[in-house]
C-alpha cells in the first residue's frame, strides 16, 4: 500500500509500504478515504519530537471497513467508521473511566499513558495517512456513521480528532450558556473551539491569531477576530468585557508558540490566557506541551519548562485543565449534531488532495501559508 512516510524533518515522500492486516482477533481494517493532516503532525514534520523516520503520520482517519477480525462483534465489512485519533482497548483503569486519552494497555511503555495512530511517544500504531489503517480493538474505537457520510465526509473526518479536541477545550474551561471565551489560536484546532464555544452557547467569542485568512474563518462562525500582530490581544480581550476578562479561555496553540515575527515563546499563550480570563476564571489546554525539546530556543524550553505566571494565576483564582483530548467522550454527540445539520466543521477544510499531494501540502500547511487552513488528504482520488 502507499504511505505518507517521514524521511526526516520537513521531509516527507509517498512510498510503498507493507499492507496493514488484521493481525488479532479484536481488529478491524479500514480502507482510508479521507485522513486530515494536522497541527500535532507539524510538531513530529519539523522534526520537534523524536519521531522515527520510516514511520508514517496520520491520526485523523475515516474510511470503510473491509475486513474484520473473528472475535469482532459489533464493526461489519462495509461499514463507513471515524476513527479517533486516541488508540485505547476500553477496559483499563483509565478506559473504564473514560479517559481513553490515557489508555494503559495501547502505550507499551508503563511508565507512560495514552496512546494514537502514527504519533511520536504514543506507542507502535502505525497512522492513517495511507491506503489502509489497523484498528485496534475494532469494536471500542470505531464509529460508525450513516449514509449522509459519503456526501458529508469532510464534517465527520473532523470527529476523529479536531472537533471533540476543540470541544474538550471549551468542557474543560467550563464554557456555559451567556459565557465569554477566548481562544488562542484560529488554527484547525482553534476553530473548532471557536465552534464549540458557540455551539455550548457562549455570547461572545473572540479569537486570537495573526493570519487573516483563519481570522476570517473565526468571523464566517460569528467569533471576534482579535489580530495581534495589530493589537495587544489581552487590552483587546478586556475592551471586549468591560475591563473584567472573559470568563474562560482556550489554549490552543502549544509550546510552537511564537511572536507575530516567528520567535517561539512556549509561555506566551498561557500568560496570555492568565491576563485575559476574569478572577475565577478557568482556562482548557489542549496546545501540545512537551516534556522534552531539545529543538527549542531558550533552555528553559529546551527541559520542556515554561515561565509561567503562576503567582497572578495563583492570585486570580484561576483553574486549568490540560491533556490529550479524549475523543469517544464526544463523538458520538459530535457526530449526530453534524446529521442533524447543527454543526459543520468542514468550514475550515481548504485542500482536498489524493496521497502523493502531500509533499507539497505539508511545506505550505507548517508555512502557514495563506488559504492553507486545513488539508484532508484522500488516498482514492485520482494522483495529482
Ligand atoms: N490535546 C489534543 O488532544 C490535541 C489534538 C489536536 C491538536 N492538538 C494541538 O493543538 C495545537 C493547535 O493545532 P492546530 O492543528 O490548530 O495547529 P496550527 O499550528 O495550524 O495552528 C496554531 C495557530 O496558532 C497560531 N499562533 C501561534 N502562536 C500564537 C500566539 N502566540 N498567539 C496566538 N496565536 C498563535 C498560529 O498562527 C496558528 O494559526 C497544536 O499544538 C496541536 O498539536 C492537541
Ligand atoms: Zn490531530
Ligand atoms: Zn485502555
Known sequence: MKAVVYDGPRQVSVKDVPDAKIERPTDVLVRITAANICGSDLHMY???TDFETGRWFGHENLGEVVEVGSGVDKVRVGDRVVIPFNVACGHCKNCERGLTNYCLTAQPDPAMAGAAYGFADMGPWAGGQA???????????????GEDSVERENDYV????IFPTGYHATEMAGVS???QTVIYGA?????????????????KVMV??????????????GAIAIDDSKVDPVEAVLEQTMGLGADNGCECVGYQAHDP??????????????????????????????PQDPGAADALAKKGQVAFDFG??????????????PIKRYNRALRDLIAAGKAEPSFIVSHQLPLDGAPDAYTHFDARDDGWTKVVLKPAMASV
Open 208 to 221: 486570537v491569531d495573526r493570519h487573516p485568512d483563519r481570522l476570517r474563518l473565526a468571523e464566517s462562525i
Open 46 to 48: 519539523e522534526g520537534r
Open 131 to 145: 491506503e489502509l489503517l489497523r484498528v485496534p480493538w475494532g469494536d471500542f474505537n470505531c464509529l460508525r456513521l
Open 177 to 179: 450558556p451567556g459565557d
Open 158 to 161: 473532523m470527529l476523529a480528532d
Open 312 to 325: 497572578l494565576f495563583w492570585f486570580k483564582g484561576q483553574h486549568m485543565g490540560s491533556g490529550q483530548a
Open 261 to 290: 515575527s516567528g520567535n517561539e515563546h512556549a509561555n506566551d499563550t498561557l500568560n496570555k490566557l492568565v491576563r485575559s480570563v476574569r478572577f475565577t476564571g478557568t482556562i482548557g489546554m489542549v496546545g501540545v506541551f512537551v
Open 187 to 203: 488554527g484547525p484546532v482553534g476553530l473548532m473551539a471557536a465552534l464549540s464555544a458557540t455551539i455550548r452557547g457562549a455570547s
